[in-house]
């Protein structure tokens, strides 16, 4: 096991620990107050889920010191918990060590956030980034917190009620030297919290795609730590004491660091960040304009109306928040332009470009112009998935291996292989649709003229073939035999001829050329026909030299249809025995309601069958598509080959 994971399982045991200890101390009360239930309860469940994910992330991790600073941050609320119990249960039962124990703990606070400056500066791999400057920065976090801790400790200052009769049994310091050591110190800490956050903005700059969308995730639980602060001095400012606004904040510390912590480890991808960002800094902005409404109010009108004003100060918030939850749409769109304005420039642009697209003044093909352009980014590609087609192909057929998936009612339909924000693919689905619609149309085109040209070529070739066939053969004999009849005319009456011998010599040639002309006509189209397709799978059964099973399902059929399919099920079966030494062939014909006709032929060959490298497939696919059918071929090697053509056969 490694030492961060080590640490980690140490952490949370102590966390636990001290867990069942802050219940201990808690139940021994004799009298126990609402507030200190409730602190328990929270920081136990917050220590508890600080603590899992730390182990988790660990577990999956275990080399990264980030697991352990996240048990850290979940040891902190059950510590902090158990002093304040510990002191407030000895407000009624005296306990050993309450008064110095509560001078000791008065500035742990600070344990609130030194972890999470230490995550600022390990975050994501778990190691520091090299060169002086955040190594000065994790000294400087190392050593102010204990340092504050113990000047804290010095203060003579009396406590807050209920604590106001405990005394300082440690050592103390006069007051204003403590002012002296803890300014500087307090200032010293926001310099920390600043040079923090600019080693995670060098990070960014210099990390790759991963590392930034994990430091986006990260970013939105690290704004918690200067949120808390801020949110403890307006809570000091206003009510002089502590309120809700200063468990909001140590409750993001607790909860949402840790969680988006591990999901910018672990799944940095599951959400769009830059979505979620813009959706939070909107409502944090509507959230913070509401806070001034009602502080405003609630100052003014206590200073006018007295403690009543309460009511007339949350009526003038809620009639304020009716105006600000309509303006949230436009603040986004505010909140985007200051914070990503090269998304918002993309979706300008892609607008725009569908707005030109719907005028007649720009095609759609070009969006990936436009994007490179809008994005800055000059590799970023647009692939289609063309229907029936299962990988993504640029506008020149280039494969588009990877990137945001494009999705239209649930599907994917395009992919945009480059940094690009979840929005703009969204934002692009229309204007890639069509694309892909015109790319389909175009190679449909493409097909039928290609096909078209394959057609008239094996037309002339066929002519030519007959042309020679005739010419060889059937008219060779015809010619011979017209010569022989008018050799024997010529010599009936004076006996130097034998007739007979010569008739019956014409009479063999003449059969013998009907038996070429009945060949001819079998390669146009099988005799075997004339009784059905059965009959004639049936002849090309006994006719294949391996096992060939075949099954005839449905309707009569129509000639052509019968004929195409007669040829489907020959060009299959002559190449599964020829090309992939099949040894076993099944051909299965069967008409379907819905006016088609099916043709399977599986073979249990070495596959591997192209249509592109052999005449024969690709006339095959021809002879179904001029019928206005499709011919699909799977044929993984090894696998067997599968020809199956769809055949209309409305009659």
């Known amino acids: 096991m490694s030492w961060p994971r080590r640490l980690s399982s140490a952490t949370a045991s102590l966390t636990a620990v001290v867990s069942v200890a802050c219940c201990a101390v808690t139940a021994a009360a004799p009298d126990v107050s609402a507030g200190l239930v409730f602190a328990l309860v929270s920081a136990v469940l917050a220590g508890a889920l600080a603590t899992g994910l730390g182990l988790f992330v660990s577990r999956r991790r275990p080399a990264n010191l980030v697991g352990f600073l996240l048990t850290f941050i979940g040891l902190v609320p059950p510590v902090q918990t158990l002093l304040d119990a510990y002191a407030e249960v000895s407000l009624s039962r005296p306990l050993p060590g309450a008064e110095a124990i509560h001078q000791l703990a008065?500035?742990?606070?600070?344990?609130?956030?030194?972890?999470?400056l230490l995550l600022m500066l390990y975050f994501p791999g778990g190691r520091l980034p090299p060169g002086r400057f955040p190594r000065l920065v994790l000294y400087g976090v190392l050593s102010v917190t204990p340092a504050f801790i113990l000047v804290a400790a010095l203060d003579p200052t009396a406590y807050d009620p209920p604590f106001e009769e405990f005394g300082h049994p440690l050592p103390t310091l006069p007051a204003p030297v403590i002012w002296l050591l803890v300014l500087p110190l307090l200032v010293l800490f926001m310099a920390l919290l600043i040079s923090s956050a600019l080693v995670m903005r060098h990070r960014y700059r210099t990390g790759g795609p991963v590392e930034r969308a994990q430091l986006k995730w990260f970013r939105l639980g690290a704004v918690a730590l200067p949120g808390t602060l801020l949110l403890c001095w307006v809570n000091y400012l206003l009510f002089g004491e502590l309120t809700a606004l200063i468990w909001v904040g140590l409750a993001a510390l607790a909860i949402g660091v840790p969680s988006l912590t591990a999901l910018a480890i672990l799944r940095h991808d599951l959400y769009d960040v830059d979505?979620?960002?813009?959706?939070?800094?909107?409502?944090?902005?509507?959230?913070?304009g509401l806070l001034a409404v009602y502080s405003a109010v609630s100052f003014t009108g206590g200073l006018a109306l007295g403690r009543g004003s309460a009511v007339v100060s949350a009526g003038v918030t809620a009639?304020?928040?009716?105006?600000?939850?309509?303006?949230?749409?436009?603040?986004?769109?505010?909140?985007?332009?200051?914070?990503?304005p090269?998304?918002?420039r993309a979706l300008a642009a892609v607008a725009a470009l569908e707005r030109e697209v719907h005028a007649g003044r720009a095609r759609p093909e070009q969006l990936e112009e436009v994007l490179r352009d809008a994005l800055r980014q000059p590799g970023l590609r647009v692939?289609?998935?063309?229907?029936?087609?299962?990988?993504?192909?640029?506008?020149?057929?280039?494969?588009v291996a990877g990137g945001i998936e494009v999705r239209l009612a649930g599907r994917a339909i395009g992919i945009l292989d480059g940094p690009c924000p979840r929005?703009?693919?969204?934002?692009?689905?229309?204007?890639?649709?069509?694309?892909?619609?015109?790319?389909?149309?175009?190679?449909?085109?493409?097909?039928?003229?290609?096909?078209?040209?394959?057609?008239?070529?094996?037309g002339y070739r066929e002519r030519r073939r007959l042309e020679r066939d005739l010419h060889d053969g059937a008219q060779s004999r015809l010619v011979s035999l017209g010569m022989a009849l008018r050799l024997a005319q010529r010599h009936l009456d004076d006996g130097s001829v034998d007739v007979d011998g010569l008739l019956d010599q014409a009479v063999a040639e003449l059969g013998t050329a009907v038996a070429e002309l009945r060949e001819l006509a079998h390669g146009l189209r099988p005799s075997s026909l004339d009784d059905g397709l059965g009959p004639a799978l049936e002849s090309l059964t006994l006719r294949a030299p391996v096992r060939l099973d075949w099954r005839l399902e449905g309707r009569v059929l129509p000639d052509d249809v019968a004929t195409t399919a007669y040829y489907v099920a020959s060009e299959a079966v002559t190449n599964a025995v020829k090309h992939a030494k099949a040894t076993n062939i099944g051909v299965?014909?069967?008409?379907?309601?819905?006016?088609?006709?099916?043709?399977?032929?599986?073979?249990?060959?070495?596959?591997?069958?192209?249509?592109?490298?052999?005449?024969?497939l690709a006339g095959l696919r021809d002879r179904v598509a001029a019928l206005g059918g499709v011919l699909h071929i799977t044929s993984g090697p090894g696998q067997g080959t599968t020809v199956r053509a769809v055949l209309p056969c409305v009659s």
């Open 106 to 116: 008065a500035g742990l606070w600070t344990l609130w956030y030194a972890p999470v």
């Open 275 to 288: 979505r979620t960002t813009s959706a939070i800094v909107t409502w944090g902005l509507l959230s913070a």
């Open 319 to 340: 009639l304020v928040a009716i105006v600000l939850v309509p303006a949230k749409n436009r603040l986004r769109r505010s909140v985007d332009r200051r914070f990503y």
């Open 342 to 344: 090269v998304r918002e």
């Open 383 to 399: 692939g289609f998935l063309l229907p029936g087609g299962t990988e993504f192909h640029d506008m020149s057929g280039s494969p």
């Open 423 to 458: 929005e703009v693919a969204d934002a692009s689905a229309l204007l890639v649709e069509t694309v892909r619609l015109r790319l389909e149309l175009r190679q449909a085109l493409g097909e039928a003229e290609a096909s078209r040209g394959r057609l008239l070529r094996t």
């Open 588 to 616: 299965v014909v069967g008409a379907d309601d819905d006016g088609t006709l099916h043709v399977s032929v599986e073979d249990d060959g070495r596959g591997g069958a192209d249509p592109r490298r052999g005449s024969g």
